[in-house]
């Protein structure tokens, strides 16, 4: 005891675990009702966990994924077919990431797919140099190798169709 209870922890953690087991149905929905009631605290308490078993939420992550992996690449299949420019966004993002990792870089800035989409959306629906109307790439003006800190500056990007892309790359690669 503690001086302030009138029972020991392991008297009322007894206690609980006797109340739970005569009525478990009703501890669910209170609990469910106090998580419905409290979600700023309930997403706390979720992150503080997680924080504190890093380990066990891998391996609870990895077996789900395991045992639904068909399920999760079909909702990613929908998710991406009804977000198709979010979708393009975070590819987009995902690529520069690798890019810049690849290149021993620092990722200098996180760019949300909000600020992606923006960016896009910014750029000319034709190509810069030939003005083609094809599919189109992300350049960066100055490329990513000689200024990762350009990665996402909208002023160093423009859209290229593959062919001018191509192009423009063998031309940088070769100087």
């Not at 609870?60 to 639904?68: D, E, K, L």
């Not at 797919?113 to 350049?139: H, Q, R, W, Y």
Request: hydrophobic share 30%; proline share 5%; aromatic share 6%.
């Amino acid at each position: 005891m503690d001086g302030l209870a009138p029972r020991c922890r392991v008297c009322v953690s007894e206690y609980g675990k006797a109340r739970y087991a005569s009525s478990p149905e009703r501890r669910k929905k209170q609990t469910r009702e106090w998580r419905v009631n409290n979600p700023e605290q309930e997403r706390e308490n979720v992150r503080k966990w997680k924080a504190a078993n890093r380990e066990r939420v891998s391996e609870i992550s990895q077996r789900w994924y395991a045992a639904n992996s068909e399920r999760v690449i079909e909702n990613s299949r929908r998710w991406r077919m009804a977000n198709p420019k979010r979708s393009k966004a975070l590819d987009w993002i995902g690529k520069i990431h690798r890019r810049i990792r690849g290149r021993g870089s620092e990722v200098l800035s996180r760019l949300t797919s909000d600020e992606a989409m923006k960016i896009l959306d910014n750029l000319e629906d034709k190509c810069a140099t030939c003005s083609g109307v094809g599919p189109f790439e992300i350049d960066h003006i100055t490329p990513l190798r000689l200024a990762p800190d350009l990665a996402y500056e909208p002023s160093n990007l423009q859209r290229l169709c593959v062919p001018c892309h191509k192009a423009k790359t063998k031309s940088e690669m070769s100087k």
